[in-house]
């Protein structure tokens, strides 16, 4: 496989996991191998909003968050490798969400930038995300 095939998988199958886990359709043993493993100890997530999250934070409302909102969805699009160095990549894609109840729009979608080193299991180092402008939102399809 291509970083960019290994990447896009790797992004995808996370969040597909996102989408069952805030379903409830997961198993709830499922949070820590699926999700909280790939993390590095040190891992810092910017939502949108900015205020920065260690994976502690992330664990915590995770936990919270486990079959809170049967309507939601993700759609990745747009992966593109942006860089690549040793094992280390950064990365860019966009996420679409629809049923979003905690954020202010229920269709929403932002861009991501992460940092991965390439083990195995891929290990995510910083996630930031930016919401997308309001004509780019406008433009996509909210329909998946």
């Known amino acids: 496989m291509t970083t960019l095939e290994i990447v896009t998988k790797e992004i995808v199958d996370l969040h597909d996991f996102f989408t069952e886990w805030f379903n409830g359709t997961a198993d ?3 949070l820590e191998p699926r999700f909280l493993s790939r993390l590095h100890e040190d891992v810092h997530f910017i939502p949108p909003e900015g205020q920065v999250m260690t994976g502690a934070v992330l664990k915590e409302g995770f936990a919270r968050g ?5 309507e939601f969805r993700i759609q990745i699009r747009d992966v593109d490798v942006r860089y690549e160095r040793e094992n280390l990549v950064l990365a860019t894609y966009t ?4 049923g979003a109840t905690l954020s202010a729009n229920a269709n929403n979608a932002r861009i991501t930038t ?3 080193e390439m083990t195995t299991p891929v290990t995510w180092l910083h996630i930031q995300e930016t919401w997308l402008p309001e004509n ?3 433009a996509g399809s909210f329909d998946f």
């Open 28 to 30: 709830r043993d499922q």
């Open 66 to 70: 486990y079959g809170s909102n049967s």
């Open 95 to 98: 996420e679409w969400q629809t």
């Open 114 to 116: 992460v940092l991965m």
């Open 136 to 138: 780019v939102r406008a």
